[in-house]
């Protein structure tokens, strides 16, 4: 019997539980065709950094039909709450955007989160009718306090952005899976296909992956690993894995030997 299995966020269904960022391609074309081979449903897009307005310039939405696809306007680049605000005001303005990801950073050379300026920007954009999934640090108690202020889904780092170190404290991660009811998604931090795996075999509800696909020498291909990677953690998850024990256990019955 096939188990039907949906990514939920805010209402909404989704298939696939694979996030895909659009930056660091070499263009928005390789871009589409590695958002195509990944399966994923829902994109991020940095409101600060994207062109997604000036038709004299490409834009994303040719090559990505947002009436297809769902964009995910972030924060990527604020530093501060005012600039993150603005930010997201601005996606809601242009495209109508309720459903953003809340990104801010705390420390130029790391990309850590500042989670007292998140908590705070999470609590008033909640007011405003923002649906809110945001990247924050690996606390569980930080990410109940995030659900409590209205987040619609936690998205803990992995590791830096941009790093490609893979899970760093999986204990953690745990940790908040058990502590929160709202879906946790992994962002930053994924190096490869068994990062996308440990993540969803820790009962991760989703991954996010920009880099790790972007920045390959074969995008296309490495996002097809990631689609693959997800899916099979997933799977891994559902199936409940056998318990740990150090010592040998015989595959084959003990009665009955020749």
């Known amino acids: 019997m096939k188990i ?12 696939s539980r694979l996030i895909v960022g659009t930056g660091k391609y070499k263009s928005f074309k390789e ?22 307005i000036d038709k004299k310039k490409p ?14 306007p972030n924060t990527a680049g604020c530093f501060n709450s005012i600039d993150a605000l603005r930010t997201l005001r601005l996606a809601r303005e242009i495209g109508g955007w309720k459903l953003v990801k809340l990104e801010i950073l705390g420390d130029k050379k790391t990309l850590l989160p500042d989670m007292i300026e998140t908590l705070k920007s999470t609590e008033v954009l909640t007011k405003e009718g923002f649906k809110v ?10 990410a109940k306090k995030l659900e409590d202020v209205g987040a619609v889904a936690v998205m803990p780092l992995a590791a830096p952005i941009g790093s490609g170190l893979g899970i760093q404290n999986k204990i953690n991660i745990k940790l908040i899976k058990h502590k929160i009811k709202i879906p946790l998604l992994i962002d930053a931090g994924i190096g490869q296909a068994s990062d996308a795996t440990v993540a969803m075999e820790l009962g991760c509800d989703g991954v996010l992956i920009n880099t790790a696909i972007a920045k390959s020498k074969n995008p296309i291909e490495m996002a097809k690993a990631m689609k693959f990677a997800v899916i099979s953690g997933r799977k891994s998850y559902l199936s409940g894995r056998i318990e740990k024990n150090f010592f040998g256990q015989a595959s084959s019955p003990k009665k009955g030997i020749i």
């Open 4 to 15: 039907k299995d949906y990514f939920k966020i805010s209402g909404k269904k989704f298939t």
């Open 31 to 52: 871009c589409a065709s590695a958002v195509k081979a990944s399966g994923a449903e829902i994109v991020t897009v940095a409101v600060r950094r994207v062109n997604i």
């Open 59 to 72: 834009l994303l939405m040719d090559f990505l039909d947002p009436k297809k696809i769902t964009y995910l």
């Open 133 to 142: 999934m945001v990247y924050c640090n690996d606390d569980p108690l930080m």
